[in-house]
């Protein structure tokens, strides 16, 4: 019988402690610049269609798509204009509206793909 061998790091408490105060004062930095903005939501129905193998048991899906943005307009940007770096400041009043996206990893689409019987035009 083989044995099988796993390689680990070491853990080291300083390294982890090290990173947890990088966090922490990141994130105390960040929280200190909150600024309440209005926020554009949008759902609506979708349809994908497409070629290859995702698409080979139904000629499309359905599905949801989701917008989400907080909106930043003229007013908002002129009101808060002390806490946009002074490099930027020209650029930001030059601006009419500006949309923030919170994160990649919130979806845009939400795809709804059952297994459907082939129909005879397609056998």
Known sequence: MDRLSFTTLPSTPALGALCLCATLMLSLRASATEITA????????????????????????????????????????????N?????YRKMALAMREFRYRPSIFIPESLLSAPKLARPACMA
């Open 83 to 87: 806490r946009v770096p002074k490099q």
């Open 38 to 81: 209005p926020v554009d939501v949008g759902v609506g129905p979708a349809f994908y269609h497409g070629p290859g193998p995702v698409f080979a048991d139904a000629p499309g899906h359905y599905g949801v798509k989701i917008s989400l943005a907080a909106v930043l307009d003229q007013a908002l940007i002129r009101q808060h204009i």
